[in-house]
């Protein structure tokens, strides 16, 4: 089973996957590429330190979203994945690319959704002066970060937090989380049935 992984930035995420595909234990499928929209993306070092191939698809070349999507439909089926992960890819998504890829697209994000779609979440989890935060991951739908959830971790928010720290204790849990439903995934556990995510045979 093959995945693709879309990035825009460190790539700490994409670093979790490498490293449980290379456990024992495996991802139960193989990272084929990481595709970023952001040529320096430190993310695309860490690919190529594991022999994965990389590409870089700049929107700067493109007039339109649509345009743009199109090419990175183009690019990713090459590679016939199975999975399609986005780990921190900062771009919003044309429903054409929702749509093709819908039940197999994933996406992880740094909140206790619904609350806090979108950017600056640790600082609106602190602003708001919310007791716990943490991350979701969901199955991509048109909706931004609006998707099915498939599980979420919690981490305390501590009077001593501030923006840095608590994206720290979220992003412990978010790198034990996405290899863990990627490989639940590909092991065939996981499977979105109309919108309805399910585990094992269970809506969730
Ligand atoms: C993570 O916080 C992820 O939840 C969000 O973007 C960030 C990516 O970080 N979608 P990294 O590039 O994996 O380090």
Redesign the pocket.
Known sequence: RRVVVL?S??????QALIDAQQTEEGLGGEICAVISDQPDAY?LERAKQAGISTLCISPKNFSSREDYDQQLIREIDQFQPDLILL??FMRILSSAFVLRYFGRLLN???SLLPKYKGLHTHRRALEAGDNEHG?SIHFVTEELDGGPLIVQAKVPIDLEDDESSLARKV?VQ?HLLYPLVTRWFLQGRLQLKGNQPEFDGHPL
């Not at 930035?9 to 994409?14: A, E, F, P, V």
């Open positions: 990035i930035g460190s790539g700490s995420n994409l993310g780990a921190g992880i994000h740094p991350v992003q978010e």
